[in-house]
């Protein structure tokens, strides 16, 4: 087991892969303390991308048509980088406070380099997440905040990337029980493979897995999970096993063909929005409802509830699905999705390269690149509304790109990169003011 080494790093590209379907054994994935817990999601990123691109490949040799959209897909991999931001700057708050509670308050310690505690957290991890999955639908702040990951209309490998910012603050109390007795090392692991096994559901390529079915939660019974039918709602919310959903009953099996996404659409792509607006709603309704007991009702019953209706609203509420729901899909010229997956690319080399080098950045540097990439992703989501505001807010980040960049705080994961990057932001900034002059020119003639 290599207990007296501190246990094996598991870093090979083989056991990368195989993390991605929690195929890890037992004797590849213990260590002894959580520093030597490799971060698999971070190492998962090539994979990430490398199914994607297979994704598509399929899916047009198959059907002859792409498993999804470009404004959707940068608007699930905007909000998944701005999921990440956060771990960047502070140490996972599910990690601090585990290691807090199993400092101060453990009762026994099983031993980290048993196969049984190591099976034992397996089951305990996914069931934690079954709770707070559970919970997430039926507690409107919850709910606020996982639903960004329900938001796409689309259902591909880009939806599994569509992450919350705020979802991990809510999550954390609900694996804290196993913290009284299982190490956070075992913990930590348990953590990434869980969430790395429901990369690969979100996908409409895979149909049944035949016996498979019965115990893991699979792409038949995600896509349940994703649709906003009636016989979809509030079901399947297993991680990694289905079993729970069949113990407690809320298991639902694939039937009419599912619609994806919520059922009030958010209609939009700008991630910052997509984050905050469901708090935003929240909020007003707080304020809007009459009595003590009603508004404390409106953060702790479910999405659907108000004064007069059951805790979780009423089914018949729910909008009946006809078949011929249109996605939000703004009319965009080729040329602007074109600009916006160039510099999207460019975003995410940048974001790399922060992941790579972090420890070496001063605050100052980590800060401003942090800054940049969340000003670029709220820039990308009004590009592909096609937002006039976008124009000005292109101008602005290509110029901060170049004055950050001459002074040292950018740098490419590929350093060859660095001068197309300055040429290519460059022309950026120019093409906007001119679209920019063109808009005043135009509104000019017509006051005149």
Known sequence: M???AGGPRGTAPGQQLRALFYALAPGESSFRTVEEVPDYVEKSIPFFITFIGLEFAVSWIQKRKLPGRINDGISSLSLGILSRLPDVLFRSIELI???YVWNNYRLFELPWDSPWTWYLTLLGVDFAYYCFHRMSHEVNILWAAHQVHHSSEDYNLFTALR???LQKYTSWMFNLPMALFIPPSVFAVHLQFNLLYQFWIHTEL???LGPLEWILN????HRVHHGRNPYCIDKNYGGTLIIWDRIFGTFEAEDAKV?????HPVNSFDPIMLQLRPLAHIWNTFWATPGFCNKLSVIFKGPGWGPGKPRLGLPEEIPVITGKEVP???????YLNCYAVVHFAVILDLYIELLASMTMLSQGAVLVRIGFIILS???FGLLMENKSKAEILEIIRCLVFIGAYKLGYFRSHFSFLGYAYEVLFSLSAAFWGIQIMKRITSLKDKHH
Do not use: M, N, W
């Not at 619609?259 to 059922?263: A, D, E, H, K, S």
């Open 259 to 263: 619609v994806y996404g919520l059922t």
């Open 377 to 379: 992703l709220a820039s």
């Open 218 to 221: 699979t792409p038949s019974h």
């Open 163 to 165: 992450q919350s910012v």
């Open 328 to 334: 939000f899909d703004p009319h965009v010229p080729a």
């Open 97 to 99: 406070s585990y290691i």
């Open 206 to 208: 895979i149909t049944k």
């Open 2 to 4: 290599g207990a007296e």
